[in-house]
């Protein structure tokens, strides 16, 4: 059987080239206007980044609202969202938009401004995935190598696996899928996790005393 192959990633960034949003309704504009890359940045590659430093909320754009406009409200709304609950980015677009129009109605005619420098930068990212070299040759290794991993590979393997065929399906459930013998206890333990609003690190040690708990499947 092919072993796991561990991975680690890290990400390109840079602008998406709109401008600036510096109050709610030009953000709104912006949100039509920017490109899948764009959403899927601002909403699932954030806890990648070292400067993410708002667990509160697990998007840059509530992040925005509650600390740059001070609406906490719209920062409630948006921050409940779990992107990976929808098929692609055009359908959280579209849910992400009607939260915004119905605040814009309800503050109207206010218009929540940012201060000078607050001002939200639209970005996307690319990331660039590399072999660590490190191998898992069994399912029983795989709690403790979980627990050794960055959380890079946590990112890769779990988070960006989603996006990978077979979709909706992280990498360590595929590939005990594939594996000889029936773990069918750890993927349903790992298909169990209600992952999105967990940071990596989280992430990590709860995958890590899951698969602790269910122990050596014969």
Not at 84 to 103: C, G, K, P, W
Not at 130 to 151: E, K
Not at 173 to 192: E, N, Q
Request: aromatic content about 12%; some cysteine.
């Amino acid at each position: 059987m092919t072993p796991f192959t561990i991975m680690d990633c890290a990400l390109l960034t840079r602008m998406s080239g709109l401008p600036p949003a510096f109050n709610l309704r030009e953000f709104r504009d912006r949100i039509a206007a920017c490109g899948q890359e764009t959403l899927y940045h601002h909403f699932c590659e954030s806890s990648l980044r070292a400067s993410f430093d708002n667990p509160e909320y697990r998007n840059d754009f509530a992040v925005w609202a509650k600390q740059s406009i001070g609406d906490r409200v719209l920062a409630e709304r948006l921050g409940i969202l779990d992107p990976y609950e929808f098929e692609n980015m055009e359908e959280l677009r579209a849910v992400v938009h009607e939260i915004l129009d119905e605040r814009l109605a309800e503050l109207s005619p206010w218009v929540p401004t940012a201060r000078p420098g607050n001002e939200m930068f639209f970005m996307q990212a690319t990331t660039v995935a590399f072999d660590t070299g490190q191998r898992i040759a069994h399912p029983s290794q795989l709690a403790q190598s979980i627990r050794d991993m960055t959380i890079g590979s946590i990112h890769y393997h779990f988070l960006e696996g989603l996006r990978r065929p077979p979709l909706h399906e992280d990498d360590f459930t595929a590939w005990l899928k594939d594996y000889p013998g029936d773990w069918s206890a750890y993927t349903g333990a790992i298909g169990s996790i209600d992952f999105y609003f967990h940071t990596l690190a989280g992430l990590r040690e709860v995958l890590s005393q899951t698969l602790d708990a269910i122990g050596i499947v014969p």
